[in-house]
C-alpha cells in the first residue's frame, strides 16, 4: 500500500473524521451566535426631532423608551433629541424614564440644535452627553403664570368654598412654588452631573443657554461629537462589538399600527368606513394636501396594504411641532396651577 493510500485511509477513519465534523460544528454555532440577526447585539436609535413636552408627546416619547427598555436584544441605547421642553410634569416623566432605561442599559443621548429646560432634564437621564458645537444647551429654570398683584373680584354668581378655591394659590405662593421647582431641577443638574460639573449654583440658575462647545466645558454635557459618535459611545459602555441596529421609531410605529388594525378589524362589515377614511378624519389637514394621507391613499387601493404611508402619521404628528411657533399664544393657554421647563425665546 503506497504511502497516499495509507494517508487517505487515517484521514478517512472515524476517529479523524469525527473530530473533524465536531470541530467544524462548533466553529459554524460559534459564528452563527456571534453574527445572526436573531443572537446579534444590537443598538437602539431614537430619533426625536423638534419636539416639545407636552402630555400628548411625552407618552409617545415615553413609549419609545419603554421599548428599548424591554427589548432583550437592544443592549444599549441613542437618543438623537431636539426639543425646547415643555410641561414640567411631562418633563419630569421623560427624566424618571430615561433614568429607568439607563439603569438597565447605557444611554447615550445626543443633543441637536436645541435642547433647553425640560428637554435637557430629559437628557440628564442618560448616561453620557454628546452636543454638536452649535448645539444650545441648559436654560434650567421654570415658567408660570402667577396671580396679577390686585386679583379681579368674582361676580355676586360665583359661590366658592374656600379662599383660593379659585386660583389654587396666593401670588406669593406662585412665586415660591416656582422658586422651588427651579431649586429641585438645578438640584436634578447637580447630582446627574456630579463631579464632571463645573459651574455654580448661581450661573446654572440664571437659567442661561450655552454653545454646545461651552455646554462641555462647563460640564453640562460630556463630548462634542456625532451620532456616529454617539453610537461608538453606546457599544463600548455596553462591551458590544459586530452590533446591530434597532429603528425604535419604526418598531413603535408598527406596534400602534397593529393595534389599530386590531380595533379597527373587528368594525370593518365590509361597506363601512376603511381605514383611509377613519385616518382622513384623524388627520388635521385631511383636505389640505397631506403628503402622509396622500401616500395612503395611492398606496392604499384595497384593504389595509397602504399602512407604511401611516408611518410619519402615526408617531411623526405627536413628535414634531412648528419651530416658529412652538406653544401658540404662550403664555395666554396656561390655565393655572400649570408649570412649564420651557424655552420661549426672546420673542423677535
Known sequence: MGFFSRLRKVLTGWYVVAPLLAGLGVAVGVWTFANATPGQPRIGVIDIPFTVITEDSAYVMGRLLDYARQDDSIQAVVI????????????????????TLRAEKPVVLVMNGLV????????????????????????????????????????????FSGRHKLDGASRRDWIGMVDELKSAFAQTVVSERGDRLRISWDELIEARLYSGLDAVKLGLADEIGSDSDAIEKAAELAGISNYGFVDVNLEVQIEIIRELQRILEPLDTGDG????????LLATDGDGGDPFLEAYREENGQGLSGLDALQGFVIDRQLSTDQDDPLPDFPLGIGRPEFYYLYVGNGS
Open 273 to 280: 368606513p376603511d381605514l383611509a377614511d377613519v385616518v382622513a
Open 80 to 99: 438623537k433629541l431636539t426639543s425646547p421642553g415643555g410641561g414640567a410634569a411631562a418633563s419630569e416623566h421623560l427624566y424618571l424614564e430615561t433614568r
Open 116 to 159: 433647553a429646560s425640560g428637554g435637557y432634564m430629559m437628557s440628564m437621564g442618560a448616561s453620557h452627553l454628546f452636543a454638536k458645537p452649535s448645539s444650545l444647551v441648559g436654560n434650567v429654570g421654570v415658567v408660570s403664570a402667577a396671580d396679577p398683584l390686585v386679583p379681579p373680584v368674582p361676580g355676586e354668581d360665583v359661590v
